[in-house]
T-cell receptor, first 117, second 112 residues
């Protein structure tokens, strides 16, 4: 079974500052992928970043980086230089990659980020 | 470059009515899935398919049916709508079961 925990229902950050959104996970799969998605008020799900459990380096995509600590089972999203357009709900998700694993994408409950001007 | 297309975007149903939410993708993805999103609960998997002719249940399958006759299409059927099925529904696809998921725009369903 897989489980994603996002303990911050809401976060505030000042424009241009960095912010970290927490995500911890639990899985029995030896190989897995971790994802972050952004959902603005318009409702669509926007893919941000991916980290494989086998990747040696933390993933980065522009202003987004994933702070992956495998031993702690955490996959925190770091947004640098926040912008007003970053205000949205953010979801952490994972799926197993092992042959025979359920392969379903499991989501956390999300963190609502508000960027203040 | 359509990606994943869901229809309709909005729907209001009366209790007991049935309907089908449509989902189509043009990326030749093998893996397709349906999620529902309720406030404070993230996205929960309803049904998924790893290829044409193969479907399986997710976390919350009761009250829903799916079929996968082609690679492109993965419709979700509500058999007899109930107010508890009021939710936002997302269809998603990925190239392989471990890959990034592409989402449709969502369907906001209200059952009265």
């Amino acid at each position: 079974a897989q489980k994603i925990t996002q303990t911050q229902p809401g976060m505030f950050v000042q424009e241009k500052e960095a912010v970290t959104l927490d995500c911890t996970y639990d899985t029995s799969d030896p190989s897995y992928g971790l994802f972050w998605y952004k959902q603005p008020s318009s409702g669509e799900m926007i893919f941000l970043i991916y980290q494989g459990s086998y990747d040696q380096q933390n993933a980065t995509e522009g202003r987004y980086s994933l702070n992956f600590q495998k031993a702690r089972k955490s996959a925190n999203l770091v947004i640098s230089a926040s912008q007003l357009g970053d205000s949205a709900m953010y979801f952490c998700a994972m799926r197993g990659l092992t042959t025979g694993s359920a392969r379903q994408l499991t989501f956390g409950s999300g963190t609502q980020l508000t960027v203040l001007p | 470059n359509a990606g994943v297309t869901q229809t309709p975007k909005f729907q209001v149903l009366k209790t007991g009515q049935s309907m089908t939410l449509q989902c189509a993708q043009d990326m030749n993805h093998e893996y397709m899935s349906w999620y529902r999103q309720d406030p404070g609960m993230g996205l929960r998997l309803i049904h998924y398919s790893v290829g044409a002719g193969i479907t399986d249940q997710g976390e919350v399958p009761n009250g829903y049916n799916v079929s996968r006759s082609t690679t492109e299409d993965f419709p979700l059927r509500l058999l007899s709508a109930a107010p508890s099925q009021t939710s936002v529904y997302f269809c998603a696809s990925s190239l392989w079961t471990g890959g990034r998921a592409f989402f449709g725009q969502g369907t906001r369903l209200t059952v009265v």
